[in-house]
């Protein structure tokens, strides 16, 4: 099926036709404060683009529980604002415990970004100060979540069924709310609800509404081939009066937050 949320994972046990999954993502986030609120294509490239990838394996696939590691990426590679340097990208490692308790629900831990290589992430339990050099912070940060599941029979004539699923839990790191992160950086802290509620239409196409801490939104995801495991997946995020995160906030002010539009194309095998 495609993705059913952006940012919060879903807790199901990992396929094991899919130990290898890769991602990239080519965020809009405008974290230049004088970048204009309507870009055109050079504003995007010169001040706002940033990409990211990630790569999942999951070499323990037993019964219902699938145990697996990250490897992660922030710094974009690509656009004026590279910095070009892989001992600057933020690279950094995780792990993602999963177990589907029945064909329908899932429950999980997942700790993204534990442990920060080549360059030093932030503080932990602070903002960063005047001497801290810090490249890039994805933020330590640590999930708890559950998933279920209802299907819902074949709707138009479509040979798999529809599914809405529900994922909720708690997270801290980036997953916290805006207010914690900014007296205590992005890294652990104090947790906050995560979720996301989504609609598959059938194995194509499927819609989501998504709260992640400093981050909500509404996104779409799509699987264009049946048998080739390629999803490609977009969201809406930080629009006016969205009253979470500030990075893409004129002067930090939640009142003045500017839509972001993030995408990620996902290979798995």
């Avoid at 279920?148 to 980036?174: C, D, E, H, M, Y």
């Avoid at 995560?194 to 499927?206: D, P, V």
Wanted: hydrophobic fraction near 35%.
């Amino acid at each position: 099926y495609p993705e059913v949320g952006f940012w919060v994972p879903t807790a199901f046990r990992q396929d094991v036709a899919r130990r290898f999954v890769l991602t990239y993502q080519l965020l809009g986030n405008p974290t230049n404060s004088g970048a204009p609120d309507a870009p055109n294509w050079n504003d995007f490239w010169n001040s706002y683009s940033d990409g990211q990838y990630q790569a999942e394996f999951t070499p323990l696939i037993m019964g219902p529980i699938s145990a697996g590691i990250t490897f992660s990426q922030q710094e974009s590679f690509v656009g004026n604002r590279s910095d070009g340097n892989y001992r600057d990208s933020g690279a950094s490692i995780g792990f993602q415990v999963k177990s589907s308790l029945s064909p329908t629900t899932g429950f999980a831990i997942v700790g993204q970004n534990q442990e920060q290589l080549l360059c030093g992430g932030g503080p932990n339990g602070r903002y960063p100060g005047a001497k801290d050099n810090i490249q890039a912070d994805l933020g330590r940060s640590y999930l708890f979540i559950a998933s279920q599941s209802v299907p819902l029979g074949n709707w138009f004539g479509a040979k798999t069924p529809a599914i809405a699923t529900l994922t909720a839990g708690a997270g801290n790191g980036r997953y916290k709310s805006i207010d914690d992160t900014r007296k205590n950086w992005v890294n652990y802290g104090n947790y906050g609800p995560i979720g996301t509620l989504s609609l598959a239409f059938n194995q194509r196409i499927s819609i989501f509404a998504e709260w992640a801490g400093q981050y909500n939104g509404i996104g779409a995801s799509f699987k264009p081939f049946e048998r080739i495991p390629v999803v490609g997946t977009v969201m809406l995020r930080d629009f006016q009066g969205a009253h979470q995160g500030i990075v893409n906030c004129q002067g930090g002010n939640p009142d003045n937050c500017r839509t972001t539009i993030d995408s990620r194309i996902t290979i798995s095998f």
